[in-house]
């Protein structure tokens, strides 16, 4: 019964059949007690593998809130990168003769492709923008309003808001899977010994080792 043969799914489950019948086996508890292995040792399987139920519950439910945080993420990006090429394409005819106002305004030349710089570019054309009244007097000639704008640099600041959570939740995701994985050794460790007991305690009795869901060697 090792871990490594097994889904951890699977495993838990062998562990807590294992745990359950050797409690409720009163032939099983007298005969490993007879070989070292009284019911306070048992406890001690039974509290690691209970540790380690708790963190796969732990688990499941970071990776879950991170896989959800992803989403809403990538969800806004897009609304943000789709608004934000609307208005800068419009802000590009707009102040097509304005070479100060495109530069300050970063209009010219592709978007940046990493992810921190192209934010840096839709952060420099909300913040100079809502900064002069005239420029967006020109730009609401096409439609565009300073809530508009406002309303743009809000989601991007959300944006930067949930990219931060997902860094957060990737931490935790990373934190609980290490845990895991000393927690499935600690269980390991502890099944490997008993299995051991009980293999010599019940050499004769091949169904209390089945029982176990131990494999009765031929």
């Not at 707009?94 to 495109?102: E, Y």
């Not at 935790?172 to 000393?182: G, Q, Y």
Request: net charge positive.
């Amino acid at each position: 019964m090792h871990y490594t043969k097994y889904s951890i799914a699977h495993y838990v489950l062998d562990v807590e059949v294992l745990i359950v019948n050797s409690y409720r086996q009163p032939a099983i508890k007298k005969a490993v007690d007879k070989y070292g292995y009284d019911e306070a040792m048992l406890d001690v399987l039974k509290e690691v593998h209970q540790d380690l139920v708790g963190v796969l519950d732990e688990q499941a439910h970071a990776k879950s809130v991170k896989r959800d945080l992803y989403a809403e993420r990538t969800l806004l990006k897009k609304q943000v990168q789709k608004v934000y090429m609307k208005y800068l394409k419009l802000a590009r005819i707009a102040f097509v003769d304005d070479l100060k106002i495109r530069e300050a305004l970063l209009l010219d030349g592709e978007r940046m492709r990493t992810y921190n710089e192209w934010l840096f570019q839709v952060a420099v054309f909300c913040s100079n923008l809502t900064a002069n009244q005239d420029w967006l007097s020109l730009l609401k000639r096409y439609g565009i309003a300073r809530h508009d704008i406002v309303e743009l640099d809000n989601w991007r600041n959300k944006l930067i808001r949930l990219t931060e959570k997902c860094i957060e939740a990737k931490g935790e995701v990373k934190r609980l899977t290490e845990s895991k994985h000393k927690k499935v050794i600690e269980v390991q460790s502890c099944v490997s010994d008993y299995i051991k007991i009980a293999r010599i305690a019940l050499e004769n009795k091949p169904k209390l080792l089945n029982c176990l869901g131990i494999n009765v060697k031929g």
